[in-house]
């Protein structure tokens, strides 16, 4: 495997198609039931964050679920290749990044050592006067520290 890694901002449209390797650590997965039918297997949707303190969002279709649930561990440091990239055009988005990440079958996810380069989470403090002089997003999640 090529050693030389994508950052999280350099992921974009123009790396559709090549094999892109990125090293991140998962920072939250959950499930997200069908919203057509119950019977219907879950999704999977996760938040990576890289070396620099950047995040973008991920998701592991229900078709290809069984292929990762097992070894996606909140916490870990991954190598990730072979995914897709979409645009962030989620009504409710859980990072500002422009594209996420889908997985397929092809892509590869291998457990890397606990690289402390990359950070467990990251906070983005604002101040009151600049939270209050924006317009508000609606679409973006933010949640409290627990």
Not at 10 to 24: A, E, P
Not at 67 to 84: C, R, T, W
Request: aromatic share 8%.
């Amino acid at each position: 495997m090529d050693t030389s890694f994508v950052t999280i901002r350099n992921v974009c449209d123009s790396n559709c198609g090549k094999s892109l390797n990125l090293r991140m650590r998962l920072i939250r997965n959950w499930k997200v039931p069908s919203v057509v039918d119950r019977k219907y297997k879950a999704s999977i949707e996760l938040v990576f964050i890289d070396s620099e303190g950047d995040r973008i969002s991920a998701m592991v279709r229900p078709f290809h679920v069984r292929q990762f649930d097992s070894i996606l561990n909140d916490g870990q440091v991954y190598i990730i290749s072979n995914v897709a990239i979409t645009p962030n055009d989620m009504k409710f988005k859980t990072t500002s990044h422009k594209y996420r990440l889908i997985f397929k079958r092809e892509t590869t996810i291998q457990a890397s050592i606990d690289d402390m380069s990359i950070p467990k989470e990251t906070f983005h403090v604002l101040p009151t006067s600049k939270i209050l002089s924006e317009t508000r997003d609606d679409a973006f999640l933010i949640g409290n520290i627990n």
